[in-house]
Structures are given as structure tokens and as C-alpha cells.
């Protein structure tokens, strides 16, 4: 059991989210970084989709009110275990007593606090997200605030610590650069833009608004303009959806998207970069950079061999 | 770029690497839907799709991972589309209570400056129709609308603002429907009514399916 003692509302408990709920009008919800999401979860040896605690704001606090086993990823600021600094992406041994803090990081925006089995929060619609449109799942349906206590699933299972693996950013994105490049797939009306605006769209820096959150990040550039006003028929749409609101300002839908819209779709970012648009934080600048349809493809089977090898690599460190 | 409306054939378009999106051509209407709820019912079972969501007129496909063959897949739903099958729905009727404009429709003005037609006006051919559910989304237990006279539509907003409340009455384009919570929105407000669309307690989570209908009564117009 955990208490919170220090955080803001915007912390929630999330896994990799809802399926099989869209025709519910219930969007998937889930981990903006399943990325770190599932390699905290094969360290502490938990199903790779267990809930976590996902933490957007710092510094973030909690006490341990038992001796607990945890991990901390996507994240490479400073992590204190009462005073001891602790290495990124590491499972350590908490006493009853002992309290965490998480403070910010230079370079990305989400920290995840993991536990033995996961967060034991109910499943509801088939998943632990919280949905914070609908105010269910997750803990109580809404954000985490101070004085809430955390079970873990599985709080007395004996594992190794002070173990950990390497940032899988060296591996697939170099946080600390100025315009982050993302790879996307043109979607449904790009050609219905102006010469120009679809120069620009590729061309220009894309800045992430403060007015940006789990339901979307809003862009800010010079704007794309329509060659005429489109009216869309509400469709599906996909966290990775780029849309186009008439002021052409484009709208990336993130984790707690909507699950249809109408809006116009210039493109969508490929499943691969998701985790890395949810680790750049507002004020950041972003770059679009197109690719087609195997890229996208061998981008997530890389991803998903990537996860398997560290599942092995983890598997064998933990037998040594 | 055509539009949906003069195309005669489907227009198939990707959502990233494991989504697509399945559009009809012609008139929007129920004819087209019943065509999109047969469609959905079959290639929901192929074993590439995770989930079959139909919207306006319009099907999205999302898949367990990224399909290897796109042009088959294409080819497959076109076929499918041809074959032209057709799934009626039948359900119940829902009467909803409706206060028009004042505090609870901020952008009536904005549909009657858009439109030209009076706030009496607006109001009257916004409750006449009975509205069939097409399909849900947006939100949980959202009900898409078709039947919407076309005099009143008003286009999607500017800017999309940031919250609007539960029980909201909005148009958007061509459609309409009934905020399900309070959420952001692109739609014009026209007013305010109150149901329990959804509960994530409840088997299924859904007051309403596709079938169902919606009728409005005008409560009040206020200015």
C-alpha cells in the first residue's frame, strides 16, 4: 500500500487501455507512454499491460505504508528513495515508512510508478485506464489526489532489485533535441490543402500549445489552409489522428481521444512515435516527417521485438 | 477532392498502420447506414479486425496489428460493399424535453446568423423530425443522429471549445445529437436536455443502440 502525499489531479492510474468499447462511444484511453508503460512493468516481472501510476506534473510524492518492491520508467530525472538517488528505469526495495519523490525531467513529460502485479485498482470495461470523460476505472474515475492509498496486486511477492535496463530512448529517439521529428502516414483529406499549406504542413516547426493534454496536443505554425471549408461525417478516429479544425491549427488526438470526430485528417502519427509525442511536453517544437505504410509497419515490429528482447534480457538478469 | 456526396464508389482511407476508415458514397441517409451496419456485421468476424465502429455512413476498422496486405484487404471490403446487404434495426422511441437558446444554447445565434432562418424557426425544424441513432461515439453512450433537416446546418465551430456541458443540444455540419457528459466540443450549442446515456456499471454500459430513436419536444425557447 502507497499513500499520496504529494501531486496534482492530472495523475491517474492507467494501463494500455480499452478495446472493444468504441462502439460504447468509450475511447481507449491508456498509458501516453506505453512504451515505458510495458518495460516498467517486464522490470518489476508484471504482465506487460498492468496498471501503473502515470505522472504528468512534479515533483510527485508517496509514502510507503509496507515494505513494497517498485520501479520507476520514462523518466531520467532525479528519483529519491528518502535520500538515496536511484538510477532511471530500476526496481528497487522500499521499507514501510520509506517515501518516494519523483522530480521532473529535463527532457520528457511522464513518469510511470510501478508495483508488484500492478496497481490494484478494478477492471472496468475490460480495463484498469481511468476514464476521465466518462469518471470511471483508474482510481475512483478521476485523477489522484493527496491522502489516496494504492494497493498493489501482488505487494509480498519476492523479487531481485536494484536491477534495471537501458533507456530504450538511446534506442529509438534522442529526447533532448530541439525540434523532435515525427514520423506520420498522410490520412484521409490531405490532398485537400493548398499547395502551400501542404509544403508547410512537412516544412515548418509544429510548437506544442499549453492547451494540450490526454485528449490532444494543439499545435501552433503558420495555418493550413483548405482549398474549400470541408464538413466531415463523423467517423472513427485513433489516438495518432491529426485533425484540422477551420482556424488550421492541427489538433494531434492522444491517449484519451474521442473515438470519432469530424474534423478534417491531414495525417496520423505512426503507433511507433506514440510513446515519444506523449513524452514531449508543451512549449517543445515537433517536425512531421512522412513515411508510408511498411515503414509504419516494420516500425512496429520493431517496436514489439524490441519489447520481447528486453522481456528476455530481464528474464535472464533476474535467474543470475 | 470530390465530395462523399457525388462519389459512386467507396473511398477507403488508412488511420495510421492498425486503423482504416471505410467511406460510402452518395446522399447521407439511412439506406446508406443499414448498408454500413450489414458491412460491419461481417468483416467484424474476419480475424484481422479487433473492432468494427460504425459512423455516419462511414465504418472504421481497427486491427490486432498492421495489416500485411493492404490492396487485399481494399479489395475484400469493396467486394463485401457490393454485395450489397442491408441490416434493419428496429428499437424503441425516446422522448427528450428540450430547452432552446438563452443560457443553454450560447451559439443559437451563431446557427441563426449561419442559416437566416428565425430562433422560432430553427427550433420548430430542429424538433420536428424523429432521429434515427446511426451509431455511437464521440464520448461514452454518445448517439450519432441522421434526419437533421439540412436547412439548419451550420457549420463545425472555428475553434472547438474547451468543455461544454452534459445534456448539451448541438448541431455540427449536417448532424445533431445530445452531449452524453460535459467534454470539448466543435458543435453549436442550441440547448440543453436531460438522460442518462451511459453507465459503466451497467450490462451493457448503453441506454441506446443504433435502431433506437430519438424524438424531441420543445420544453421552453428562451432568448
Not at chain 1, 509496507?66 to 522500499?94: H, T
Not at chain 1, 466531415?232 to 492522444?254: A, D, F, L, Y
Not at chain 1, 517544437?285 to 505504410?293: L, S, T
Not at chain 2, 451509431?135 to 461544454?164: E, K, W
Request: with cysteine; aromatic share 8%.
Amino acid at each position: 500500500m502507497i499513500e499520496i502525499e504529494k501531486t496534482t489531479a492530472l495523475t491517474s492510474v492507467q494501463d494500455l487501455g480499452r478495446s472493444g468499447c468504441l462502439n460504447y462511444g468509450v475511447g481507449r484511453a491508456g498509458a501516453m507512454d506505453p512504451l515505458a508503460l510495458q518495460l516498467g512493468n517486464l522490470l518489476l516481472g508484471n504482465a506487460p499491460g498492468a496498471a501503473a501510476v502515470e505522472i504528468p506534473l512534479f515533483p510527485f510524492r508517496v509514502r510507503f505504508l509496507e515494505d513494497c518492491a517498485f520501479a520507476v520508467s520514462g523518466n531520467d530525472g532525479d528519483i529519491l528513495l528518502d535520500d538515496e538517488v536511484l538510477p532511471p528505469w530500476w526496481v528497487a526495495q522500499a521499507r514501510a515508512g520509506q517515501t518516494l519523490t519523483v522530480n521532473a525531467s529535463r527532457y520528457s513529460a511522464r513518469a510511470y510508478l510501478h508495483l508488484p502485479g500492478g496497481v490494484d485498482v478494478p477492471e472496468v470495461l475490460g480495463s484498469r485506464s481511468t476514464q476521465l470523460r466518462g469518471a470511471f476505472g483508474g482510481f475512483e474515475g478521476r485523477g489522484l489526489q493527496k491522502g489516496d492509498r494504492l494497493r498493489a496486486a501482488e505487494p509480498a511477492r519476492a523479487m531481485k532489485t536494484d536491477v534495471g535496463i537501458a533507456s530504450p530512448w538511446l534506442r529509438f529517439a534522442d529526447l533532448s533535441s530541439q525540434v523532435q521529428p515525427v514520423r506520420v502516414l498522410p490520412a484521409g483529406e490531405h490532398l485537400a490543402y493548398t499547395a502551400d499549406s501542404r509544403a508547410r504542413f512537412w516544412q515548418q516547426d509544429w510548437k506544442i500549445t499549453p492547451q494540450s493534454n490526454r485528449y490532444g496536443y494543439r499545435l501552433e505554425g503558420e495555418p493550413l489552409v483548405a482549398r474549400q471549408t470541408m464538413e466531415m461525417r463523423s467517423h472513427g478516429i485513433v489516438p495518432g489522428v491529426i485533425q484540422v479544425p477551420h482556424n488550421g491549427q492541427p489538433i494531434i488526438q492522444m491517449s484519451d481521444a474521442q473515438p470519432s470526430g469530424g474534423y478534417p485528417k491531414f495525417a496520423t502519427v505512426i503507433e511507433a512515435d506514440l510513446w515519444l509525442l506523449g513524452q514531449i511536453p508543451p512549449g517543445r517544437r515537433i517536425r512531421f516527417i512522412e513515411c508510408n505504410f511498411e515503414q509504419a509497419r516494420e516500425a512496429w515490429l520493431a517496436q514489439q521485438a524490441y519489447l520481447q528482447q528486453v522481456d528476455k534480457q530481464i528474464k535472464q538478469l533476474r535467474q543470475a | 477532392m470530390m465530395s462523399i456526396e457525388s462519389l459512386t464508389h467507396p473511398v477507403i482511407s488508412q488511420l495510421g498502420s492498425r486503423a482504416m476508415l471505410f467511406e460510402a458514397p452518395g446522399a447521407l441517409g439511412l439506406a446508406n447506414q443499414q448498408r454500413i451496419w450489414a458491412l460491419s456485421a461481417q468483416v467484424v468476424n474476419w480475424p484481422l479486425v479487433a473492432e468494427a465502429v460504425p459512423g455516419m455512413n462511414n465504418l472504421m476498422l481497427t486491427f490486432h496489428q498492421p495489416p500485411q496486405e493492404l490492396e487485399a484487404l481494399y479489395e475484400a471490403l469493396h467486394r463485401e460493399w457490393q454485395r450489397g446487404e442491408a441490416q434493419t434495426l428496429q428499437g424503441r422511441v425516446i422522448e427528450l424535453p428540450v430547452y432552446y437558446g438563452g443560457e443553454y444554447g450560447p451559439h443559437m445565434t451563431d446557427v441563426a446568423d449561419h442559416t437566416g432562418l428565425s430562433v422560432a424557426e430553427i427550433v420548430r425544424r430542429h424538433a420536428e423530425p424523429l432521429y434515427p441513432i446511426y451509431a455511437l461515439g464521440s464520448h461514452p453512450g454518445y448517439c450519432y443522429l441522421g434526419g437533421m433537416d439540412p436547412s439548419i446546418a451550420t457549420p463545425r465551430r472555428q475553434t472547438p471549445v474547451m468543455s461544454i456541458p452534459g445534456g448539451a443540444v448541438s448541431i455540427g455540419g449536417v448532424q445533431t445529437g445530445v452531449s452524453a457528459s460535459a467534454g470539448p466540443s466543435g458543435w453549436n450549442t442550441i440547448g440543453h436536455t436531460e438522460y442518462v446515456f451511459f453507465d459503466a456499471k451497467a450490462s451493457p454500459p448503453v441506454m441506446l443502440r443504433p435502431g433506437d430513436s430519438l424524438q424531441f419536444r420543445v420544453e421552453k425557447v428562451l432568448s
